[in-house]
């Protein structure tokens, strides 16, 4: 079965320095991976997605995300935090397939708390 | 930008009762979905629609919940029985064709069943 884990559920950071928010994930075949963010009362804000090629994929707002199939991560980045960017952050993954309609199967969220 | 919208976004309703969730998905899009999050917990798939026809559902969505899409740009989801259990935020999502593109969420209705 299909499953996603965010290890952390919050993460603190210091504005201006690196954050990172992990995912790891389980499929049986080929990954499709995606992050999105949930501002409060807002819905889910798609940010970035692998498919497949390079590893390393870029997003919105300076996002970055990391493919890595031998730990069956798919860590989100970012190199500089912004206060800004204190939300709930999901990592979703769907299992590529002709016969696979698309659902996305969710971790449990990760919240970032930026402080100035 | 185009933007997936739904209604209501405050939903409350008696145990028993029957709700129907609205939702518009974006206009190009082809794929249809609904998720729901009950308060502290993940995002749970429900159900998937394409070509007017269900093309996955989950074991929560069971005999009491059904979608429709009556007019070619609204996309329902009816509860026919609400139970407490039901209560939760109710997220639409759309996208357009292809396998491997991103799903676009509304902002949820969240309902509660007092």
């Known amino acids: 079965a299909q499953s996603v884990a965010q290890p952390e559920d919050q993460v603190n950071v210091a504005e201006g320095n690196p954050l990172t928010v992990k995912c790891t994930y389980s499929?049986?075949?080929?990954?499709?991976l995606f992050w999105y963010v949930q501002y409060p009362n807002r819905g889910l804000q798609f940010l970035l997605k692998y498919i497949t090629g390079d590893n390393l994929v870029k997003g919105s707002y300076g996002f970055e995300a990391e493919f890595n199939k031998s730990q069956t991560s798919f860590h989100l980045k970012k190199p500089s935090a912004l206060v800004s960017d204190s939300a709930l952050y999901f990592c979703?993954?769907?299992?590529?397939?002709?016969?696979?309609?698309?659902?996305?199967?969710f971790g449990q969220g990760t919240t970032l708390q930026v402080k100035p | 930008e185009p933007e997936v919208t739904q209604t209501p976004s405050h939903q409350v309703t008696q145990m028993g009762q029957e709700v129907i969730l609205r939702c518009v998905p974006i206009?190009?899009?082809?794929?249809f979905y609904w998720y729901r999050q009950i308060l502290g917990q993940k995002v749970e798939f429900l159900v998937s629609?394409?070509?007017?026809?269900?093309?996955?559902k989950s074991e929560i969505f069971d005999d009491q919940f059904s979608v429709e899409r009556p007019d070619g740009s609204n996309f329902t989801l009816k509860i026919r029985s609400t139970k407490l259990e039901d209560s939760a935020m109710y997220f639409c999502a759309s996208r357009t064709s292809g396998r491997a593109y991103e799903q676009y969420f509304g902002p949820g209705t969240r309902l509660t069943v007092t």
């Open positions: 979703a993954v769907r299992e590529a397939g002709s016969s696979n309609t698309g659902k996305l199967i």
């Open positions: 629609f394409y070509n007017n026809e269900i093309s996955e």
């Open positions: 499929v049986s075949g080929n990954p499709y």
């Open positions: 206009s190009n899009h082809l794929y």
